[in-house]
C-alpha cells in the first residue's frame, strides 16, 4: 500500500498570524460548511489565493447534521426534472470516487405492503438507473417477501408483499467537511474556524474584503480580497444585510431576506432495531412524507421531518410531533419500533431553502440543483441552497460566477472532478471498510497509521475513539473544544449523547494539554444533555 502524505499540522497560533499578514488574497470565503470549503477547495486547486473564516466550528451548522445520503434525488425524478437528477447522479459518482472511505453505496428497500408499489416504484426507479447509466453503483431489483425480509429482518411482516431495492449512497458529513477543509489547505488555502465575519470592507463601493474577529481572544482582523463569497448557510442573509447599503447606493433594490429555513430531525436508535447493513426507505408516509432508517457507524438513524420554522438557532431543537411522526411512521415497518426511552441521540438541521428574488438588477442565477447564486452591485457574491451530493458542482458555479463578473482572474478550469481528498488514496489501496460499521481507526482512511503512531493509540476511551485520535485531531484536524472533538471528529454526541458526555472530562484535558486552549468543556455538557432529551 502506498504511504500517505504526512498530516499538515494545524496550530491555531499559526494560522491567526497567517491572518494577521497584510496581503491581498483572490477570495475570501466566508462560511466553512458543504459549500464554503467547496468553494474554497475549488479556488486553491486552481491556484487562487483563498482565506476561508468560519464563525464556530468546520460543518457546525447544516452540514453534520444530514440524513448522511449521498443521492441521485428520486423525488426529483417523479417531478420530471431529469437534468437535475442526471447532475447529481454524476456528483454521487464523483464523491463516491473521490473520497470512497467517507463516501460509499449503500443498498435500500423499499418494503411493500400494497400490490400496486413493486411495479409503480419499480418503474421509478429503473428510470433512476437508466439515468444513471455507468454512473450506476446497482441494479434495483424487484425482490419477493423472503429477499425483502432477509435483507431486512426487523421489517414487519404481517401484510407485505415483497419490496424494491435500489441503490445510493451515503456518507459521514462532517469528516467529509474535515478532508475538504484539510484538502484545501493542502492546496495553499488558509481556513480559520471561530473567526468571524462581522462586516465587509470597501473601496470605491465596491467589496474589498472582510472585518473579521476571532472569537476565542476578540482580536480582530482584516482580509483585503478581489472577490468575497458569502457561503453562510441559513445565516447568508446577514452579510447581505451589512451589504445592503452599498448595494442601494449603486441602484440596488433592497435586501430581502433569501433563506426560508426548515428543519430535519433525526432520532438515533440501536443497530438492531433495523439489524442489517441494508437501509430502509418509505417514499410516502401516512402524511405524504418520506422516512428513511439508514445503518451508519454502528447505530441507525431514523428520519427526517421538513418542518419550516421562523429563527436561526445554532442548536434547534426537534418539536415534539416531529418526533411522534418519526417513531410512529417507524412502528408501521418494523417488526421492534423504537420508543423515546430507546433514543440515543437526537439532532436537527436547518435546511437553507431559498426565497424568489424579485430584484432584476441583480445578477442572480438560480440552478436547478435548487441552489442559488447572487452578486449584488457592491461584487458581494452569495450562495445558498442546494445539498451536499451537490457540493462540488455548486463550488463550480461559485467560481464561475465570479470569473464571468471580472472578480476573480484565473485561465484554469476546475480540477476537482478527479481530485482525491485527504485519507484518500486512490487505486492500489485496500477496499474501505463499511460506513455501517462501527467508527474506528479506518474512519481515517490512509492516515490510519500516522493515528496509530501518535501517544494513546492504545488508551482507548470507548469503542472506536483513543486518545491518539483526539491529539490528532488537535494537532492536524483544527479541534480546539470538547464539542469539535466528539461531535465532528468523532460522531460520538451524534450516536449516543450520553457516551459523549461521560468522556467529556477526559477528551478536555487531552485538548488542553495539547492546545492550551480552553475546551469549553462545560458548555460541551449543557449541550450533550439536550442531544439526550427527547420531546
Known amino acids: 500500500m502506498p504511504p500517505a502524505t504526512p498530516a499538515m499540522p494545524t496550530p491555531r497560533a499559526e494560522l491567526l498570524a497567517r491572518l494577521a499578514q497584510e496581503q491581498v488574497v483572490d477570495i475570501a470565503v466566508v462560511g466553512g460548511g458543504a459549500t464554503g470549503l467547496g468553494v474554497a477547495l475549488d479556488a486553491a486547486a486552481r491556484g487562487l489565493?483563498?482565506?476561508?473564516v468560519e464563525s464556530h466550528d468546520f460543518a457546525k451548522g447544516t452540514s453534520s447534521r444530514a440524513t448522511k445520503l449521498v443521492h441521485g434525488g428520486v423525488r426529483y425524478l417523479a417531478q420530471g426534472n431529469i437534468g437535475l437528477v442526471r447532475e447529481a447522479l454524476h456528483e454521487r459518482t464523483t464523491l463516491l470516487h473521490n473520497a470512497p472511505y467517507l463516501a460509499q453505496p449503500l443498498a435500500f428497500v423499499i418494503p411493500s405492503y400494497h400490490w400496486w408499489e413493486i411495479p409503480f416504484y419499480g418503474a421509478g426507479l429503473a428510470a433512476y438507473d437508466l439515468l444513471a447509466g455507468k454512473a450506476g453503483l446497482g441494479r434495483t431489483e424487484l425482490i419477493g417477501k423472503t429477499r425483502t425480509q432477509a435483507l431486512l429482518p426487523s421489517v414487519r411482516p404481517e401484510g407485505l408483499k415483497g419490496g424494491i431495492k435500489y441503490w445510493d449512497?451515503?456518507?459521514?458529513?462532517?469528516?467529509?467537511?474535515?478532508?475538504?477543509?484539510?484538502?484545501?489547505?493542502?492546496?495553499?488555502?488558509?481556513?480559520?474556524?471561530?473567526?468571524?465575519?462581522d462586516g465587509l470592507l470597501y473601496e470605491a463601493g465596491q467589496v474589498a474584503g472582510v472585518q473579521c474577529v476571532d472569537t476565542l481572544t476578540g482580536t480582530s482582523y482584516r482580509v483585503r480580497a478581489q472577490c468575497v463569497v458569502n457561503a453562510a448557510g441559513v445565516w447568508v442573509d446577514a452579510l447581505r444585510t451589512h451589504d445592503s447599503p452599498a448595494h442601494q447606493a449603486l441602484g440596488g433594490a433592497p435586501v430581502k431576506p433569501m433563506v426560508a429555513p426548515s428543519q430535519g430531525a433525526h432520532l438515533v436508535v440501536d443497530r438492531d432495531?433495523?439489524?442489517?447493513?441494508?437501509?430502509?426507505?418509505?417514499?410516502?408516509?401516512?402524511?405524504?412524507?418520506?422516512?428513511?432508517?439508514v445503518p451508519w457507524l454502528g447505530k441507525v438513524i431514523l428520519g427526517t421531518t421538513d418542518t419550516p420554522r421562523m429563527d436561526l438557532d445554532r442548536e434547534p431543537l426537534a418539536f415534539d410531533e416531529e418526533v411522534a411522526f418519526i417513531l410512529g411512521e417507524s412502528a408501521r415497518y418494523l417488526r421492534r419500533p423504537p420508543c423515546r426511552a430507546d433514543v440515543r441521540s437526537i439532532w436537527v438541521g436547518l435546511r437553507p431553502l431559498v426565497k424568489p428574488q424579485s430584484d432584476?438588477?441583480?445578477?442572480?442565477?438560480?440552478?436547478?440543483?435548487?441552489h442559488t447564486v447572487l452578486v449584488s452591485r457592491s461584487g458581494l457574491v452569495t450562495v445558498t441552497g442546494g445539498k451536499w451530493t451537490t457540493y462540488r458542482a455548486m463550488a463550480e458555479d461559485v467560481l464561475s460566477t465570479c470569473v464571468a463578473h471580472g472578480l476573480v482572474v484565473t485561465g484554469v478550469a476546475s480540477r476537482t472532478g478527479h481530485l482525491h481528498l485527504v485519507g484518500s488514496g486512490g487505486s492500489g489501496h485496500d477496499a474501505p471498510v463499511s460506513i455501517s460499521a462501527p467508527p474506528g481507526l479506518h474512519s481515517y482512511g490512509v492516515e490510519a497509521p500516522q493515528v496509530a503512531a501518535l501517544p494513546g493509540a492504545t488508551s482507548v476511551?470507548?469503542?472506536?475513539?483513543?486518545?491518539?485520535?483526539?491529539?490528532?485531531?488537535?494537532?492536524?484536524?483544527?479541534?480546539?473544544?470538547?464539542?469539535?472533538?466528539?461531535?465532528?471528529?468523532?460522531?460520538?454526541?451524534?450516536?449516543?449523547?450520553?457516551?459523549?458526555?461521560?468522556?467529556?472530562?477526559?477528551?478536555?484535558?487531552?485538548?488542553q494539554q495539547e492546545t492550551r486552549l480552553d475546551p469549553q468543556t462545560q458548555a460541551f455538557k449543557v449541550l450533550a444533555e439536550q442531544y439526550f432529551l427527547v420531546p
Open 49 to 52: 489565493r483563498v482565506v476561508l
Open 360 to 370: 432584476s438588477v441583480e445578477a442572480t442565477k438560480a440552478i436547478s440543483r435548487e
Open 169 to 197: 449512497g451515503q456518507f459521514n458529513d462532517a469528516r467529509l467537511a474535515l478532508a475538504l477543509a484539510r484538502t484545501a489547505a493542502l492546496h495553499g488555502a488558509l481556513l480559520v474556524n471561530y473567526c468571524r465575519a
Open 273 to 293: 432495531f433495523l439489524g442489517s447493513d441494508t437501509a430502509l426507505m418509505v417514499p410516502k408516509t401516512s402524511d405524504g412524507r418520506v422516512l428513511f432508517a
Open 461 to 511: 476511551l470507548c469503542d472506536g475513539l483513543s486518545e491518539a485520535m483526539v491529539r490528532f485531531a488537535a494537532r492536524y484536524e483544527y479541534a480546539v473544544t470538547v464539542e469539535d472533538m466528539l461531535a465532528r471528529r468523532s460522531r460520538l454526541l451524534f450516536l449516543d449523547a450520553r457516551a459523549a458526555l461521560g468522556l467529556a472530562d477526559r477528551v478536555a484535558a487531552i485538548l
